[in-house]
Nanobody
Framework: QVQLVESGGGLVQPGGSLRLSCAAS????????LAWYRQAPGKQRELVAS???????NYADSVKGRFTISRDNAKNTLYLQMNSLKPEDTAVYYC?????????WGQGTQVTVSS
């Protein structure tokens, strides 16, 4: 069983940056896919960015050019670098790992973009 713990959320002004981290209790190298999702109040959870085991990445149109997903296998950690943040990026951000038909989720970290 893999446990995922997010950190790095907080309050930031529009135009600012944050880096989210997702620390895994087990090896993230074995995951077929790693991803960041977010859920804003009253909205469905949406995919923000994903990283496939082969190294390819995919981003939601709303964050392309501003967010970057990456991982450090040695540290068993997934990252989401978020730049040029907008108020509409405000949400709870969740780390996700997928392997052999199983989804693993973190507890989420709040990101609030406001002046």
């Amino acid at each position: 069983q893999v446990q995922l713990v997010e950190s790095g959320g907080g309050l930031v002004q529009p135009g600012g940056s944050l880096r989210l981290s997702c620390a895994a209790s087990g090896s993230i190298f074995s995951m077929h896919r790693l991803a960041w999702y977010r859920q804003a109040p009253g909205k469905q959870r949406e995919l923000v960015a994903s990283l496939i085991s082969g190294g390819s990445t995919n981003y939601a149109d709303s964050v392309k050019g501003r967010f970057t997903i990456s991982r450090d296998n040695a540290k068993n950690t997934l990252y989401l670098q978020m730049n040029s943040l907008k108020p509409e990026d405000t949400a709870v951000y969740y780390c996700n790992g997928y392997r052999l038909g199983l989804d693993f989720w973190g507890q989420g970290t709040q990101v609030t973009v406001s002046s």
